[in-house]
C-alpha cells in the first residue's frame, strides 16, 4: 500500500436490511439475467493523507460510521465467505467525486484543519461482494451496465478472494505547451483537419479560417504581438467552439432557397430565426406598447429571456436541451442539463436571479424495446432511468421544485434522446441601485471565475453537441455534476449582487472560459486571460483545453478593480472558490496567455462576425397519407382502457413522486392533484413569494406525431397546446385590455435531424429543411395570433445517431415552453371534477381529425387529417374563458390532447372517485367526437347555479355534456346507445399501472417491517 | 422586518443556511406569519463567531441536502457542528447544550432533523448528545414527495404541537426512516411519550402500510422530542403548507366548503411555539440586540 493510502470500509451490520445490495441483485435479474445471488453493498473511502492510526479510527468511527447501521473494516477488504465475487466501482482520474469531496470536507472538520483543497485526498468507490462465483466477463458486464458508466467509472472485478483496489492518481505530468496547425493544406486536407480535431468546421469555415491568418494585417499584428503565423491550437479550438452550431445558430441564420415541389412556388428565407422568430417577436412586441404593456424588458440577447412581474421584479425564463451528453451518459447529462440550464437565469444580466422552480419534457424510446443495439447505443430504459436520476439530483439537491414535464416516446428517440430543461427565476428590477437586466463592462475590470474547477471532462461539449453521434464518440466530452458545488456558488450569486460587488456575470457552459469570456469581451471590446491562474481538478491539462473545457458549476463575475477585496473575501466566508484570470480591455482582440507567454490572440470582430454564411437547399413533397379503414364494431369502454394504458398517455405517477415538486412552499398547481393525489394537471402554477398571490403558470407544448403529417399544424398545434394549457388553469392572454401588465415568456426549442442536404449522407435533407421552414413558419404566425412573445430560445440541429451504417434521427420536434402571469392564484383552476351536480362542458368545436391520434396509433395508423389550429376562434374562446373566470364561474377545466375527449373525461374522473354522465350529440362520426385530437378545447364544469351566467357569456363556444355524478361510473351514450360505461376506479387503474409505472416501479416498502 | 413596533420584543426565529440547505426561506416565512421576526444565517456566520445563537429563541435547521447528504443524510453537517471549533475554542455543540440549558428551543425538519438525529440532539435519552438512533434510506430505497397526514401523541413534549390532534403535510426525503436499534431504546422513546408524531390514516390510525407510512419507519414515527420537549425534529415539512393553496386538494375542499381558512396546517406548529414563547415569563429579560447582526442574508 503506498505511503499514507489508507482504506475505511463501511459494511451494512448483520440485520441491517441492505437496500442497494438488493436493488443490485433484481436489477441483474431483470435487466441482464445474471443470477447474482445475494449481493451486499459496501461503501469505501481511501484515504491518502498522513493519519495516526487512531486518528483513522477516530475519523471511521466517529464521522463516517452511523453507529446503528454499518461496521469498519480499516485497511483491509472485509467480507463474509459466502461471497464469492466481486465489483469494484471508482471515478476514474479526475472525475468529480462529491462523496469524496464530503468526506474530505468532515475530516477537515474533525481535525480542525482547513485541508488543503487543491488536492484530493479521499476517494470514494462501491464494493459490491456477490454471493455467486461470477465469471470476470458478466461482471464487467453487471458493472458497465448497471453500476456505472465505462466513460467515468474504473471497474475491478473477479474473484473476491482477490479483490483488487483502484484509487485514481492523476498525472502529475505538465505540459504547458502551445502547438500550431497547419492550414495551408489542400481542401481535402483542411476537412479531415477539422474532423480529426472535432473542430465540427465545414470545407467554406476552414477556408475563411484560413483567410484571415493569411491577411496582411493579421500577420502583421501577430508579429508585432509575439503570435506565431500559423494558428495555434488554443485559437482554432476558440474558433471551432465560437463558430460552433451550438454557439452560432448558423443553419437558423442560413440564407434558404425553398422550393414547394407541388406548387413549384419558390423562395428563398433570409435566416430562419430573423424572419420568423426575432421580426415576429418585434412586432408582438410593437402591438404589445401600443397598448400601454411594456413588459417586454429582455429578448434573444442574454442567458434567458426577462418580462416584467411588478414594478419591483422581472420574470427570467430559460429552456434549453441536452440531448447528445445524455445519449452516451444519461444521468450525467441530465443533471448538467439541469444544473446548466439553471445558470442561465442566475446569470442573466448582472445576475444572481433567484430560481423559482425547474421543468423538463423528455424525449425516449420505447423502454420496453427488446432489438438488438448499436454500437454504443444505450438501450432506452437506461437512458429513461438515468435521465430520470439526473433531473431528481439535479432538481431536489439543488432546492429547486421541479413543478412539471412531460414525457414522449417514439422509437426514433432511441438514438439520440430529448433532454428539454427549463428552469423560471425572479430577480429584482434593481440590484444595488442599477438596472438587474443590463450587462455592462469597462476597460479594466476584472475576470473572476466562480465556483468549480477546470479538468478534462466536458472538453468540446459545443463542438460535440454541433455534430451527429457516432461509435466514436469522445469520452472527454462527458460531464459531471455537483448539485452541492453549485449551490454554493449560487447562493454567493445571490448575496454577492444583491450587495452591488458584482458588475455583471455568465454561465461557464459550452464552451466554457472561451464561450464566457469570448461573449462578455463582446461587450467591453477585449480581453486578456492569463491561463496559469486558472485552478484545475489536477495538473496535465493543455492552455487550449483549460480554456475550453467544459468543467461544471462555474460562473465568470465581472467584478471593478475596487470591489475585488471585497468579492475575494465574501468568497472566502462562504467557501466559494473566486480566482482573479485577467481583465477585460477595449482594443478589439481576445488576447489569452500562460504566464504571460502568448496562446491566442484573435480579433474580436472575426471571431464573431467572420463565420461563412451558410446556404442551404429546402424542398418540400407532401408526404401521401390516407385515412384507414378501422374494424367495423369497436368496444369504446375498451378502446378507452387501451388508451389510458398507452406508453404515451398513461401514468407518470412513479417519475414525479421522485422530483420534488413543492420545495420553496409556493406551489399550487402541482403536476398531480386531488384528494387521491392523482388527477393529472395541464400547467404547474408557483406564486412568487409569501408576501403577494401572484405567480406563473407554466407549461409545455409538443406533438412530434403530428409532423409526419403536416409540419406546420405540428407546430401551430404545439403552441396552441402551450396557451391552452395556461387558459385551462385560468390564466388570461396578454395584451387584451390597455396596460394590463399579464405578462407571457415564450422558449422555443427546435431539435431537428440533421437537415443539411447531401446527395450521399443526408439524401432527405431538403425535405426535413423544409419541414423546419414550414414549422417556424407556424410559430411566426402564432406568435401573432396570440400576440404572445417569444422571448428566448434554442436549436439543436443534429439529432442523429449512427454507428454500424444505421442511422436513428429524431422526427423533427419543437418544444414551447410557455410562461404566464397569474394575478391571483387562489383563483387558478384545476383539471379535476370538484362536486356531483355540476355541469360538463365542452369548450371549442371538434373537427374530423383523427390523423396522428393516438386512438389512430391503437391500430398502428397515422391517418391524414391532421389536427388543425384555427387562431382566430382559438383565441375568442381562450378571451371568454378569461371573463367566465373573472367572474370564478368555472369549477375545473383540463385541455384535451393526446386522446381526445374521452381521455379528458376520464382523466377529470380522478381526482376524488366522481363520475360522469355524457351524452354526445355533435354530427360527427362517433370516434371523431370521443378521440380526435381538435386543438383548442377543453372539458370544463360549471356549478348548477352558474350555469346561466357561464352561458350568457360563452354563447355557443360551449357545448354541454352531461352533469358530473356522485358513483364513479363514466357513462356516455350517444344517439340513445351506451357507448361507453366504465368505472372510473378502473380507469384510474388502468392509467395508474400503465408501462411507465411499470417501467420506473412504485414506490413499496421493499421489506418486512424494520427489525 | 422593521414593523415590529410591539411594546414586548417580538420573538426571535434564527434559521441557518449555507452547504446546501434550501427550505431556509419558507421557514422564514412560517416565523413571520405566525408573527415573530426571522433572521437567515450562513452556518459559517455562527461558526466564524459574527452571530451567537444565543441572541435568539428559536433556532432552526430547515430542510435540503446539506453537503449533497453524500456521506448520509445530515452526517456532514453534524459532524462540523460537533466538531469545528469556533475562534474561541468551542463547537456549536457546546452552544447547543447551553442554548438548551437555558430554556430555548431547536427545529429541525427533514435534513435538520437528520442532523439533530446525527448530533445526537434526538432523542438524547442518555443525555450526552450521543446518536442513539438513526435515520436511513426510506424501504422504497428511493426519495419521494407525497403528502401523508401525522397523528398527533396527545402526551408530547414539545409546545410546537399544543392542540394538535393530527395534520396533514408533506413528505419530500429519501432517507427518511427511523430505525432503533434495541428494544430498550424503543421503549424509553415510547415510555417518554418521545415519538410525537406517527404516521396515520385519514382517520387518524397509526399504519405501518406505504404510502401513508411512506418511509417504513419504526414505530411509524415522523418526529421526535428530546426529554426536555424543547428539541424538536420531524421529517414532513409543516413549512411547506402555509396556507390552504400549498394542499394537492385544495380546489375541491374550497370548492366543498366557502368558508375554509387560507391557512394551512402547518402554520399552526409555528403560531404554537411564537405564542409559547412570547408567554414565557424570564423572556423579556434575554430580548435580543439584532442590530448587532450585521449581515442577515436575506
Known sequence: ?1011 | MKENMNQFAAVQALILTGFGINCEEEMAAAYRLAGAEATIVHLNQVLHGQVSIHDYDILNFPGGFSFGDDLGSGVVLANKLRYRQTPGGFTLLDDLREFIARGKFVLGICNGFQVLVKLGLLPNLGGNFQPEVTLTHNASGRYEDRWVRLKVNANNRSPFLQGLDSFEVPVRHGEGRLLIPDTATRQHILDQNLNCLTYCDATGCEVTQYPQNPNGADLNCAGLTDTTGQVFGLMPHPEAFLSLYNHPDWARRKRVNKELSEEGDGLKLFRNIVEHVASLPQRSASAPSLQSVETPLH
Request: proline share 5%.
Open chain 1, 1 to 1011: 500500500m503506498e505511503n499514507h493510502l489508507h482504506s475505511i470500509q463501511l459494511l451494512p451490520k448483520p440485520g441491517i436490511h441492505d437496500g442497494d445490495g438488493q436493488r443490485v441483485a433484481e436489477a441483474a435479474q431483470r435487466h441482464l439475467g445474471l443470477r447474482t445471488g445475494r449481493v451486499q453493498s459496501t461503501a469505501v473511502y481511501s484515504v491518502r493523507y498522513p493519519l495516526t492510526a487512531q486518528q483513522l479510527r477516530d475519523f471511521a468511527e466517529q464521522c463516517l460510521q452511523d453507529p446503528v447501521l454499518h461496521e469498519v473494516a480499516l485497511n483491509e477488504f472485509r467480507r463474509d465467505p459466502q461471497f464469492q465475487s466481486y465489483i469494484l466501482v471508482a471515478k476514474g482520474p479526475g472525475v468529480t467525486d462529491d462523496e469524496g469531496t464530503s468526506a474530505q470536507n468532515a475530516l477537515g472538520d474533525f481535525l480542525n484543519q482547513p485541508l488543503d483543497t487543491r488536492t484530493q485526498h479521499i476517494f470514494s468507490k462501491r464494493l459490491y461482494l456477490l454471493e455467486e462465483n461470477l465469471p470476470p466477463a458478466d461482471l464487467r458486464r453487471l458493472a458497465e451496465e448497471l453500476l456505472g458508466n465505462k466513460l467515468i467509472n474504473r471497474f475491478e472485478v473477479g474473484p473476491a478472494d482477490q479483490i483488487r483496489d483502484f484509487t485514481p492518481r492523476p498525472g502529475t505530468s505538465v505540459d504547458n505547451t502551445t502547438h500550431t496547425i497547419d492550414l495551408n493544406v489542400s481542401d481535402e486536407k483542411l476537412v479531415q483537419l477539422s474532423k480529426d480535431n472535432l473542430y465540427a468546421l465545414n470545407l467554406a469555415e476552414m477556408q475563411a479560417v484560413r483567410a484571415y491568418y493569411q491577411l496582411p494585417e493579421t500577420q502583421q499584428e501577430r508579429q508585432a504581438t509575439g503570435l506565431p503565423a500559423e494558428p495555434t491550437d488554443c485559437e482554432l479550438e476558440i474558433i471551432a467552439q465560437t463558430w460552433s452550431e451550438h454557439c452560432k445558430h448558423k443553419e437558423f441564420s442560413a440564407l434558404i432557397n425553398y422550393r414547394n415541389a407541388e406548387t413549384g412556388e419558390e423562395y428563398q428565407v433570409d435566416s430562419l430565426f430573423k424572419t420568423y422568430i426575432k421580426d415576429a417577436t418585434a412586432e408582438v412586441d410593437r402591438q404589445l406598447r401600443a397598448n400601454g404593456n411594456d413588459w417586454l424588458i429582455k429578448v434573444f440577447s442574454d442567458n434567458a429571456g426577462a418580462v416584467r412581474i411588478n414594478d419591483e421584479s422581472l420574470f427570467v425564463w430559460k429552456v434549453e436541451t441536452h440531448n447528445s451528453p445524455s445519449a452516451i451518459d444519461p444521468y450525467g447529462g441530465a443533471i448538467t442539463g439541469i444544473l446548466g440550464n439553471n445558470r442561465d437565469p442566475l446569470a442573466t444580466g448582472i445576475g444572481g436571479a433567484r430560481l423559482l422552480f425547474n421543468t423538463n419534457v423528455l424525449c425516449f424510446g420505447n423502454p420496453d424495446y427488446d432489438g438488438p443495439l448499436l454500437t454504443n447505443q444505450l438501450h432506452p430504459r437506461r437512458i429513461f432511468e438515468g435521465v430520470r436520476k439526473g433531473i431528481e439530483d439535479g432538481g431536489n439537491k439543488s432546492g429547486v421544485p421541479t413543478v412539471n414535464g412531460s414525457i414522449i416516446f417514439d422509437d426514433r428517440y432511441a438514438g439520440k434522446p430529448l433532454v428539454y430543461c427549463g428552469t423560471g427565476a425572479v430577480m429584482p428590477m434593481q440590484l444595488a441601485g442599477l438596472d438587474s437586466w443590463e450587462k455592462k463592462i469597462d476597460d479594466g475590470d476584472r475576470i473572476i471565475m466562480a465556483g468549480g474547477r477546470v479538468g478534462k471532462d466536458g472538453i468540446h461539449g459545443a463542438t460535440f453537441s454541433s455534430i451527429e453521434l457516432d461509435e466514436s464518440s469522445p469520452a472527454t466530452a462527458v460531464q459531471i455534476g455537483s448539485p452541492i458545488t453549485q449551490k454554493l456558488a449560487m447562493d454567493f450569486l445571490i448575496l454577492a449582487t444583491r450587495r452591488g460587488l458584482i458588475k455583471c456575470s455568465t454561465d461557464n457552459g459550452a464552451g466554457g472560459l472561451s464561450s464566457s469570456v469570448g461573449e462578455l469581451a463582446g461587450i467591453s471590446g477585449g480581453a486578456v486571460v492569463d491561463l496559469e491562474k486558472v485552478p484545475l481538478k489536477y495538473p496535465g491539462l493543455r492552455p487550449w483545453e483549460i480554456f475550453v473545457s467544459e468543467s461544471q458549476e462555474r460562473f465568470t463575475l465581472v467584478v471593478e478593480p475596487g470591489k475585488l477585496a471585497e468579492v475575494l473575501a465574501l468568497g472566502q466566508e462562504m467557501e466559494v472558490e473566486l480566482t482573479d484570470i485577467g481583465y477585460f480591455t477595449a482594443d478589439g482582440y481576445l488576447d489569452v496567455r500562460f504566464a504571460n507567454a502568448p496562446v491566442a490572440r484573435l480579433n474580436m470582430h472575426f471571431l464573431h462576425e467572420g463565420v461563412p454564411r451558410k446556404l442551404m437547399e429546402a424542398e418540400w413533397q407532401k408526404p401521401a397519407a390516407q385515412e384507414p379503414i378501422l374494424p367495423p364494431s369497436l368496444d369504446y369502454t375498451d378502446v378507452l382502457h387501451q388508451l389510458l394504458g398507452s406508453l404515451n398517455i398513461c401514468s407518470r405517477e412513479s417519475v414525479i413522486r421522485q422530483y420534488d415538486h413543492e420545495v420553496k412552499g409556493r406551489t399550487i398547481i402541482k403536476p398531480l392533484m386531488g384528494a387521491t393525489g392523482q388527477a393529472p394537471q395541464d400547467a404547474a402554477v408557483v406564486r412568487f413569494n409569501f408576501e403577494s398571490w401572484e405567480g406563473v403558470a407554466v407549461s409545455n407544448g409538443i406533438l412530434p406525431r403530428f409532423g409526419d403529417l403536416d409540419a406546420y399544424h405540428m407546430s401551430a398545434g404545439a403552441f396552441d397546446e402551450a396557451v391552452r394549457q395556461i387558459i385551462a388553469v385560468g390564466g388570461k392572454l396578454p395584451n387584451l385590455t390597455p396596460g394590463d401588465n399579464i405578462f407571457w415568456s415564450v422558449n422555443d426549442n427546435f431539435c431537428v435531424p440533421d437537415s443539411d442536404f447531401h446527395p450521399v449522407t443526408n439524401p432527405d435533407g431538403k425535405q426535413k429543411l423544409a419541414k423546419l421552414v414550414h414549422m417556424c413558419q407556424a410559430l411566426r404566425d402564432a406568435t401573432a395570433a396570440y400576440c404572445i412573445p417569444l422571448t428566448s430560445g434554442k436549436d439543436s440541429m443534429k439529432n442523429d445517431f449512427k454507428a454500424d451504417g444505421v442511422k436513428i434521427s429524431v422526427p423533427p420536434t419543437v418544444l414551447y415552453s410557455m410562461t404566464a402571469k397569474i394575478e391571483d392564484v387562489r383563483r387558478t383552476v384545476t383539471s379535476d371534477f370538484k362536486q356531483a351536480g355540476d355541469v360538463v362542458y365542452l369548450l371549442g368545436r371538434t373537427y374530423d381529425e383523427l390523423g396522428g391520434s393516438e386512438f389512430y396509433q391503437l391500430y398502428k395508423e397515422l391517418g391524414a387529417n391532421v389536427p388543425q389550429v384555427r387562431f382566430a376562434e382559438a383565441k375568442e374562446l381562450y378571451t371568454l374563458i378569461g371573463q367566465a373566470n373573472d367572474q370564478q364561474l368555472i369549477q375545473s377545466c383540463h385541455d384535451l390532447s393526446d386522446g381526445g375527449l374521452a381521455v379528458a373525461l376520464a382523466e377529470a374522473t380522478f381526482g376524488d372517485g366522481l363520475g360522469t354522465k355524457i351524452e354526445l350529440t355533435g354530427e360527427l362520426p362517433l370516434p371523431a367526437q370521443l378521440f380526435s385530437e381538435s386543438h383548442s378545447r377543453f372539458v370544463a364544469t360549471v356549478a348548477p347555479e352558474d350555469v346561466v351566467a357561464f352561458e350568457k357569456i360563452l354563447g355557443n363556444k360551449a357545448t354541454r355534456l352531461g352533469v358530473v355524478t356522485n358513483d364513479n361510473f363514466l357513462l356516455v351514450t350517444h344517439q340513445g346507445q351506451l357507448v361507453i360505461e366504465a368505472d372510473t376506479e378502473e380507469l384510474r387503474q388502468t392509467w395508474t399501472n400503465g408501462p411507465v409505472n411499470q417501467t420506473i416501479g412504485f414506490g413499496e416498502h421493499v421489506m418486512g417491517e424494520g427489525k
